[in-house]
């Protein structure tokens, strides 16, 4: 997910402002002018295209999987066809298909909006884009940002991002990846939020056991797997270093990096990255696959596109028209509860074993070191503001997390009692319990290894700092020169050495980091109120430590 602040929609879909101005921007402006090397993956060879006001080549919409459709559809993905000739890498992928976030009880009427290449099918979707330094591949191997988009894993989509961008904050130290993955139903187990299931308000992509059975859960996130191994085996081809990948996302994008860091029960092998970043850390509810909430949201979709009559209800739904399952996962998707997202990951038992606290707690974990950033009002782009009269902690946590019961409801209004008027409440509880507690998890999962910062500029609400790590787009609201190096800066040096403090640039201001288990330290990002960068080390609120503290010990309950 990326923010929206006054609930963003664009062709009435909910979509995240700090994603989509990032697309119109980036996708409309011509950066490369010249052709860049051709270079060849084994099935295909691509020549990509070099800007030349920045010296930094880009090879767009490199298919690194087979399309998902027809047989493939809800299954795992697939090697890409042989290609003949040469492919032009100067286009955008067409995103995957499209849907919204949740809006009970207003129940918004959103349609899809897709940008498409007229020859491609709607579902064909699972390209990414490269980006190195130079107009020749370099000479000598460079760590590699593998950027993972957020969305709410409903939305999104590689031109959001130009990772032109990351490759100037690294003064031409890394090479970029970003990559698309499916999405909404198409991608995941789906969860149904509806009369018979109002009591579930976070769930999984398309699952149950029929889906078990016969195709693949989590096919979003074996996306995101198969285009890491894709790294491995050809971003040397492109300058970059296989050994020395950092996976980064933010929201959804963060919420994936998570739950590639808890894969296969923390033992992927061969390891597919060294080191993870997390902007804004995405862990909602995770059901097991075949429990009552994805077995529920199975059948809706089911009887939403026609198949309930049919004697193999997931042949009918890969033979379904893309149009029929395109509303459906609209329709499903709309129905949650206010600024809740009914497409996420479920515990499969396989790529995910467990629920991700659990793998956390007992370090489970690939990778080794972490950098993670959470914003100061993470929660309050997906609160109805407007129940700021009527709601309460108590009732706002059970609508979040029914499960819980009254008496740790009461816990919770408790525990929050001090943050502010009941709206602050409800804002700060959906933000620590899916955002920013989760990221202390993890941060614990590498003891001697994990950094934490904190982003404050105000408003500090969730997505507001996507702008600052892809500049491209336009300026970001605190457009300072000195903030956007130290900031954006953090994470390149993180990316290269595993430590923020081996600067890149010297002109970085950042005083020391120390390491997050030391002191519960952090570093603190904003702004003065008279303009000036505001950058300091600081150490973690006890208050809020306590608060993650219960959300850690009713994991069960809240299904994380």
Same mark, same amino acid.
């Given at each position: 997910?990326?923010?929206?602040?006054?609930?963003?929609?664009?062709?009435?879909?909910?979509? #995240? !402002?700090?994603?989509?101005?990032?697309?119109?921007?980036?996708?409309?402006?011509?950066?490369?002018?010249?052709?860049?090397?051709?270079?060849?993956?084994?099935?295909?060879? @691509?020549?990509?295209?070099?800007?030349?006001?920045?010296?930094?080549?880009?090879?767009?919409?490199?298919?690194?999987?087979?399309?998902?459709?027809?047989?493939?559809?809800?299954?795992?993905?697939?090697?890409?066809?042989?290609?003949?000739?040469?492919?032009?890498?100067?286009?955008?992928?067409?995103?995957?298909?499209?849907?919204?976030?949740?809006?009970?009880?207003?129940?918004?009427?959103?349609?899809?909006?897709?940008?498409?290449?007229?020859?491609?099918?709607?579902?064909?979707?699972? #390209?990414?884009?490269?980006?190195?330094?130079?107009?020749?591949?370099?000479?000598?191997?460079?760590?590699?940002?593998?950027?993972?988009?957020? %969305?709410? @894993?409903?939305?999104?989509?590689?031109?959001?991002?130009? %990772? /032109?961008?990351?490759?100037?904050?690294?003064?031409?130290?890394?090479?970029?990846?970003?990559?698309?993955?499916?999405?909404?139903?198409? /991608?995941?187990?789906?969860?149904?939020?509806?009369?018979?299931?109002?009591?579930?308000?976070?769930?999984?992509?398309?699952?149950?056991?029929?889906?078990?059975?016969?195709?693949?859960?989590?096919?979003?996130?074996?996306?995101?797997?198969?285009?890491?191994?894709?790294?491995?085996?050809?971003?040397?081809?492109?300058?970059?270093?296989?050994?020395?990948?950092?996976?980064?996302?933010?929201?959804?994008?963060?919420?994936?990096?998570?739950?590639?860091?808890?894969?296969?029960?923390?033992?992927?092998?061969?390891?597919?990255?060294?080191?993870?970043?997390?902007?804004?850390?995405?862990?909602?509810?995770?059901?097991?696959?075949?429990?009552?909430?994805?077995?529920?949201?199975?059948?809706?979709?089911?009887?939403?596109?026609?198949?309930? /009559?049919?004697?193999?209800?997931?042949?009918?739904?890969?033979?379904?028209?893309?149009?029929?399952?395109?509303?459906? =996962?609209?329709?499903?998707?709309?129905?949650?509860?206010?600024?809740?997202?009914?497409?996420?990951?479920?515990?499969?038992?396989?790529?995910?074993?467990?629920?991700?606290?659990?793998?956390?707690?007992?370090?489970?974990?690939?990778?080794?070191?972490?950098?993670?950033?959470?914003?100061?009002?993470?929660?309050?782009?997906?609160?109805?503001?407007?129940?700021?009269?009527?709601?309460?902690?108590?009732?706002?946590?059970?609508?979040?997390?029914?499960?819980? /019961?009254?008496?740790?409801?009461?816990?919770? !209004?408790?525990?929050?009692?001090?943050?502010?008027?009941?709206?602050?409440?409800?804002?700060?509880?959906?933000?620590?319990?899916?955002?920013?507690?989760?990221? @202390? #998890?993890?941060?614990?999962?590498?003891?001697?290894?994990?950094?934490?910062?904190?982003?404050?500029?105000?408003?500090?609400?969730?997505?507001?700092?996507?702008?600052?790590?892809?500049?491209?787009?336009?300026?970001?609201?605190? =457009?300072?020169?000195?903030?956007?190096?130290?900031?954006?800066? !953090?994470?390149?040096?993180?990316?290269? !050495?595993?430590?923020?403090?081996?600067?890149?640039?010297?002109?970085?201001?950042?005083?020391?980091?120390?390491?997050?288990?030391?002191?519960?330290?952090?570093?603190?990002? =904003?702004?003065?109120?008279?303009?000036?960068?505001?950058?300091?080390?600081?150490?973690?609120?006890?208050?809020?430590?306590?608060?993650?503290?219960?959300?850690?010990?009713?994991?069960?309950?809240?299904?994380?």
């Amino acid at each position: 997910m990326t923010s929206w602040p006054s609930s963003v929609r664009l062709n009435n879909i909910s979509v #995240f !402002a700090g994603t989509f101005p990032l697309l119109l921007a980036f996708s409309s402006v011509a950066f490369a002018q010249a052709p860049a090397p051709i270079i060849d993956v084994g099935n295909a060879r @691509y020549r990509g295209t070099v800007n030349a006001a920045t010296n930094i080549s880009s090879y767009s919409g490199i298919r690194y999987a087979a399309a998902p459709v027809g047989g493939l559809r809800f299954r795992a993905p697939q090697n890409p066809p042989v290609l003949e000739g040469v492919q032009q890498a100067t286009t955008q992928p067409q995103q995957c298909l499209q849907a919204g976030s949740g809006n009970s009880p207003t129940n918004p009427n959103p349609t899809s909006s897709l940008s498409s290449r007229a020859t491609q099918d709607p579902e064909d979707c699972l #390209f990414l884009n490269v980006f190195f330094p130079g107009s020749t591949v370099p000479a000598r191997p460079l760590p590699v940002v593998f950027w993972i988009h957020g %969305g709410g @894993y409903v939305a999104g989509g590689a031109g959001s991002f130009n %990772g /032109g961008d990351l490759i100037s904050e690294a003064k031409n130290g890394v090479v970029t990846v970003i990559i698309q993955y499916r999405l909404g139903i198409f /991608g995941m187990d789906v969860t149904f939020y509806s009369s018979t299931c109002v009591d579930h308000p976070l769930a999984g992509f398309l699952s149950g056991s029929q889906v078990k059975a016969n195709g693949a859960l989590n096919a979003g996130l074996l996306d995101q797997e198969f285009a890491l191994k894709w790294v491995q085996q050809h971003i040397s081809k492109f300058g970059g270093d296989p050994d020395r990948v950092t996976i980064w996302g933010e929201s959804a994008g963060a919420g994936s990096v998570l739950q590639h860091v808890v894969a296969r029960d923390g033992r992927t092998s061969p390891p597919l990255f060294r080191a993870a970043m997390s902007s804004s850390s995405f862990l909602p509810s995770q059901h097991p696959f075949d429990g009552a909430v994805p077995e529920s949201i199975f059948s809706q979709v089911v009887s939403q596109t026609g198949c309930g /009559g049919s004697a193999d209800t997931l042949s009918c739904l890969r033979a379904a028209n893309v149009s029929i399952l395109q509303a459906a =996962n609209v329709n499903v998707n709309r129905a949650g509860f206010f600024g809740t997202f009914v497409a996420v990951p479920v515990v499969d038992g396989e790529f995910i074993t467990q629920r991700p606290t659990q793998a956390l707690r007992q370090r489970r974990v690939n990778g080794r070191a972490l950098l993670a950033v959470t914003n100061t009002h993470e929660g309050n782009s997906f609160v109805d503001q407007s129940t700021a009269a009527t709601v309460t902690a108590a009732d706002y946590a059970l609508r979040l997390f029914p499960s819980i /019961g009254a008496v740790n409801a009461a816990t919770v !209004a408790r525990l929050y009692s001090g943050v502010g008027a009941p709206i602050d409440q409800a804002n700060a509880i959906m933000g620590e319990s899916i955002f920013i507690c989760p990221t @202390y #998890f993890m941060l614990n999962a590498f003891p001697g290894t994990s950094f934490k910062g904190e982003f404050a500029v105000p408003n500090g609400s969730h997505g507001e700092d996507v702008a600052f790590y892809f500049t491209s787009s336009g300026p970001p609201a605190f =457009n300072n020169p000195t903030f956007i190096t130290a900031f954006s800066g !953090a994470f390149m040096d993180f990316a290269t !050495a595993l430590d923020p403090n081996r600067k890149i640039d010297s002109t970085n201001i950042t005083p020391q980091w120390s390491r997050h288990l030391i002191g519960n330290a952090e570093m603190l990002f =904003n702004r003065t109120v008279g303009g000036a960068s505001d950058i300091r080390a600081i150490t973690t609120s006890s208050t809020l430590l306590q608060r993650c503290a219960f959300w850690e010990s009713v994991g069960r309950l809240t299904a994380q």
